[in-house]
């Protein structure tokens, strides 16, 4: 599952009006002790602008360059890839995916080089294009909520739960 960085939307538009759909990481998901630690993992991982986070099969969860280059990598164990995957949609194919899945497990050699059939498809030219445009057009608001995040003045919107993966 990719998700990307440090983006416009990501990071520009800081309203929260959506709330969790699914209850059974209680009423305030944010508290729970699993996201907690997910959400550490995340805020610790080292990233770029214009990178993206991603969660490989292997649940190993990287943050990489726009050019697929891996910036920093933690292997992840069950609960925690069932965390992750649960605050996106449910898919069928994902769930089917992420069985026995335990990053845990992973060499920290592979963290780095993984095997490319792990890795969803890469952006294309055209894509990785869109994407400097658009970050040298947006960098000023973008750098300036990185810097008033990183202050404590701004806040991310806390977790959204949207599924309820069998993992």
């Known amino acids: ?25 209680g009423t305030d998901p944010t508290n729970h002790p699993d996201q907690k630690e997910l959400s550490a993992a995340l805020e610790n991982l080292r990233s770029v602008p214009m990178g993206y986070v991603l969660l490989a099969t292997d649940g ?22 069932k965390a992750f995957i649960d605050r996106f949609p449910y898919y069928e194919e994902v769930e089917a995916r992420f069985q026995n899945s335990d990053g845990t497990l992973i060499p920290q050699e592979q963290w780095w080089a993984p095997d490319q059939s792990i ?6 030219a055209e894509q990785k294009e869109k994407a400097r445009r658009d970050y040298e057009m947006n960098k000023d608001i973008i750098e300036e909520n990185m810097r008033k995040k990183a202050n404590g003045e701004i806040q991310g919107c806390g977790v959204r739960i949207q599924s309820n993966y069998k993992i």
């Not at 599952?1 to 990481?25: E, F, I, R, V």
């Not at 190993?60 to 910036?71: A, C, G, M, N, S």
């Not at 890795?119 to 294309?124: A, D, G, K, M, V």
């Open 1 to 25: 599952m990719k998700t990307p960085m440090n983006t416009p939307s990501g990071l520009g538009n800081m309203s929260c009006t959506a709330s969790s759909t699914y209850t059974h990481y």
């Open 60 to 81: 190993v969860l990287r943050t990489h360059t726009i050019d697929d280059e891996v910036v920093d990598a933690i292997g992840l164990p069950p609960r925690l890839i």
């Open 119 to 124: 890795i969803p498809q890469r952006y294309t």
